[in-house]
Structure formats: C-alpha cells, structure tokens
C-alpha cells in the first residue's frame, strides 16, 4: 500500500542549531515533492519544492534534499529560531493536477 | 495570507444532518481543490474543480460532492453527516500557469459533528 512516513515525535531543538526532518514515501513516484508549514488552526503554506531530477533546493535558511532511490527527502532548517516552530508537512505528487498526498507531519519546537 | 477565504470557520452539526462549506479561491487561480485534515493527520485529498468540472476525487464516498462556479469559488457539500466527518476542511486554489503546481491554502473550516 502507498505510505509517506514523517517521525511522529516532535523534534525539540536548541535556537541556532539545524532541524532536520525525514519523509520517507513507498509505492508513489513522484515527479515532485513539497514541504508545507502549518500552524495550529491554520492552512498548511508552502515552503519549497524540489522535482525528481533536483537534488536539492534551496530558500533562505530552509534546504530541501530528495533521494528517488531512497525513496526519501530531508528537510532542513538551519540557524533555527524559535518563530520556526510549527508542524511541516511533506506532500507528493500522486500522477499530476496537483492531487498531493500528505505526511502526517512533524512538529518543531526550538527553544530559546 | 494566500488570499483564499473559507467560511464559516467554524460549524457543529449532528449525525445525519447536510452540510455546505465555501471557499473562494484567490484572484487567478481557476483550480480548487478541497482536503479534509483530521487531528493529528496530514491533509487528505477529496476532490478537484477545474473549470466548474470535476477534475479528480480522492477515496471518499458520495456524499461528498462539489462545485465550483465561473468565477472559481467552490463549495463542498456532505450529505448524511457522521461522527468521523469531525475534522479541519481546507480549500486550496493553483493558478493555471507559472507556480501552477503550488497549492495555496485558506485557513479552513473547522466541522465538529456530534
């Protein structure tokens, strides 16, 4: 069956140091991934999007890395600060006009 | 802000009632696209208007339904509520060139079925 896995333990993390978030995805090939920000009782808004011939992407202090062999992407925040905390959210392609399939999300907590 | 508007932003309903959430889309942007997000889950796709048509639906049953009207604002309709209909409905529109794979999202709505 088709699964995106993103850790469900919230990542607590020291201001100024590098989250690092994993999504992993079984049985989809997409053509691209995305990574979505949301906070509580809000849409998701986008981050970054990174196509399946792109490595990595890059947007200020955000990188977005994807492995197609691997079936992974690693999302990283670095010199974090504590307005960054929220819940990210993976999201794949699913065969094109933009029917996206989500993580379930994980949280960030940076603490001053 | 996207500029996508979801009303009401908040609705409690019983077991069995009907149920119809708006959205407009922001300016431009002709593809709408309604997720129902559970606590503690990511989003999960329902369906798809693309010009006032159908375009994709997701595994949800037909109670469900949709439409969406000339100038892209979109409702979505569920028929003979149930308890596990309880979640955050979100609406996100894509425009019909450039960033066109980007979904830009409203602040949803959210439904407490009792």
């Known amino acids: 069956s088709q699964k995106i896995e993103q850790n469900s333990e919230a990542l607590n993390i020291q201001e100024g140091k590098t989250a690092t978030l994993t999504c992993n995805y079984t049985?989809?090939?997409?053509?691209?991934l995305q990574w979505y920000r949301q906070d509580p009782g809000r849409g998701p808004v986008f981050l970054l999007l990174i196509r399946e011939n792109e490595k990595e992407k890059r947007k200020e202090r955000l990188k977005v890395t994807f492995d197609t062999t691997l079936k992974q992407s690693l999302f990283h925040i670095t010199a974090s600060q504590p307005a960054d905390s929220a819940t990210y959210l993976c999201?794949?392609?699913?065969?094109?006009?933009?029917?996206?399939?989500f993580g379930k999300g994980n949280q960030v907590v940076v603490i001053p | 802000e996207t500029g996508v508007t979801q009303s009401p932003t908040h609705l409690i309903k019983t077991r069995g009632q009907q149920v119809t959430l708006r959205c407009s889309s922001q300016s431009g942007h002709n593809t709408v696209s309604w997720y129902q997000q559970a606590l503690g889950q990511g989003p999960q796709f329902i369906f798809q208007y693309y010009r006032e048509e159908e375009n994709g639906r997701g595994n949800f049953p037909p109670r469900f339904s949709g439409l969406q009207f000339p100038n892209y604002s979109s409702e979505l309709n569920v028929n003979a509520l149930e308890l596990d209909d309880s979640a955050l409905y979100l609406c996100a529109s894509s425009p019909p060139t450039g960033a066109k794979n980007i979904q830009y999202f409203g602040a949803g709505t959210r439904l407490s079925v009792l």
């Open positions: 999201a794949l392609d699913t065969g094109g006009n933009n029917r996206l399939a």
């Open positions: 049985n989809y090939s997409p053509a691209y």
